[in-house]
C-alpha cells in the first residue's frame, strides 16, 4: 500500500505564492516518478507538473510553466509543488501522484497512486 497525504493548499491572493507539499509512504519513494495534477471546478484533472526519479527531468503544463516548480526531496519521501504567480484559473484541487514509471510522464492513466487533493483558491 502507497499512501500519499498532500498539504499546503489555501487561500491567496492573485500574484502570491503558495507550496504544496506531498508525503509519500509504503513503498519505495526515490524509485519512481511524480506528478502533480489539479481539477477546477466543472473541469476534468489535468496535468500541471511532474518530476523523474532521479530528478534530472521535469514537465510543466504550458499553463504553469515559468511560474510552478516541481521539486523532490527523496530523504524526506515528499514531492513538492513551489507555485507563483498565482491567477484566478489556478483555483483548483490539486492532487499529488506517484507514477508506475522511474521517467516523468504528462499521461495521467501511468500513475497509479493518488492522494486526497487539496484546495488551492486564488481570489482577484
Known amino acids: 500500500q502507497v499512501q500519499l497525504v498532500e498539504s499546503g493548499g489555501g487561500l491567496v491572493q492573485a500574484g502570491g505564492s503558495l507550496r504544496l507539499s506531498c508525503a509519500a509512504s509504503?513503498?519505495?519513494?526515490?524509485?519512481?516518478?511524480m506528478g502533480w495534477f489539479r481539477r477546477a471546478p466543472g473541469k476534468e484533472r489535468e496535468f500541471v507538473a511532474a518530476i523523474s526519479a532521479n530528478v534530472i527531468n521535469t514537465y510543466y503544463a504550458d499553463s504553469v510553466k515559468g511560474r510552478f516548480t516541481i521539486s523532490r526531496d527523496n530523504a524526506r519521501a515528499t514531492v513538492y509543488l513551489q507555485m507563483n504567480s498565482l491567477k484566478p484559473e489556478d483555483t483548483a484541487v490539486y492532487y499529488c501522484?506517484?507514477?508506475?514509471?522511474?521517467?516523468?510522464?504528462?499521461?495521467?492513466?501511468?500513475?497509479?497512486?493518488w492522494g486526497q487533493g487539496t484546495q488551492v483558491t486564488v481570489s482577484s
Open positions: 509504503g513503498r519505495t519513494f526515490s524509485g519512481y516518478a
Open positions: 501522484a506517484r507514477s508506475r514509471y522511474s521517467i516523468a510522464t504528462m499521461k495521467e492513466n501511468e500513475y497509479e497512486y
